[in-house]
């Protein structure tokens, strides 16, 4: 794995803990030499995770749309800042530069972007692993629910595969360097 995309908020959240995963996770994938690709903001689990990889020695590429520069204060002191013209473009210009995609806790951002991943793989658009950090049990709902989908016969078998659950950071890395299962 070359760089690995990661979907998290640009709020901290209430958990202090995911802050401290976030600062982990920026200092493994440096020390591994995997860049990392993110939404480029400085604020939050985002900023925390830039800071930590740059601080570590780490390459960062973010990439903002124009529009939420100002509102989610682009982070400059990055490796790469890039800026896009919308959110389509964004989404579009991660996926080609990440060769895995890992969603922290999240918020609506995260969770979009997430399962527009998933789509893309689904429908053949890419083939690159995508991985949800179950940190806390944080998206037991949501894995609950995809089953539910899966088991009421919306999900195939193949394309729920698609999506790794990992419960610690050891797995978030090692199924990012797996090829997804369709």
């Not at 209430?14 to 030499?33: C, F, Q, R, W, Y």
């Not at 922290?104 to 689904?122: A, V």
């Not at 890419?126 to 949501?142: A, E, R, W």
Request: aromatic share 8%; hydrophobic share 40%; charged share 20%.
């Amino acid at each position: 794995m070359q760089n690995l995309c990661v979907y998290c908020g640009s709020s901290a959240g209430n958990d202090p803990e995911i802050t401290k995963i976030a600062v982990h996770l920026g200092s493994m994938l440096a020390e591994s030499g995997t860049g990392l690709v993110y939404g480029g903001s400085s604020l939050g689990i985002m900023g925390t995770l830039a800071n930590s990889v740059m601080e570590n020695g780490g390459t960062v590429t973010g990439v903002i749309p124009r529009g939420l520069f100002k509102k989610e204060v682009a982070h400059q002191g990055i490796t790469r800042l890039i800026t896009v013209r919308n959110m389509h473009e964004r989404k579009s210009t991660m996926a080609d530069l990440a060769d895995a995609f890992l969603a922290l806790p999240g918020g609506f951002g995260t969770l979009e972007e997430l399962f527009e991943i998933i789509t893309w793989n689904q429908i053949g658009i890419i083939s690159k692993p995508v991985t949800l950090f179950n940190f806390k049990g944080f998206y037991d709902p949501l894995i609950r629910m995809i089953e539910q989908a899966s088991d009421g016969g919306f999900i195939r078998d193949e394309n729920r595969k698609i999506l790794n659950i990992a419960e610690t950071l050891d797995q978030c890395i090692r199924f990012s360097t797996l090829h997804p299962k369709t």
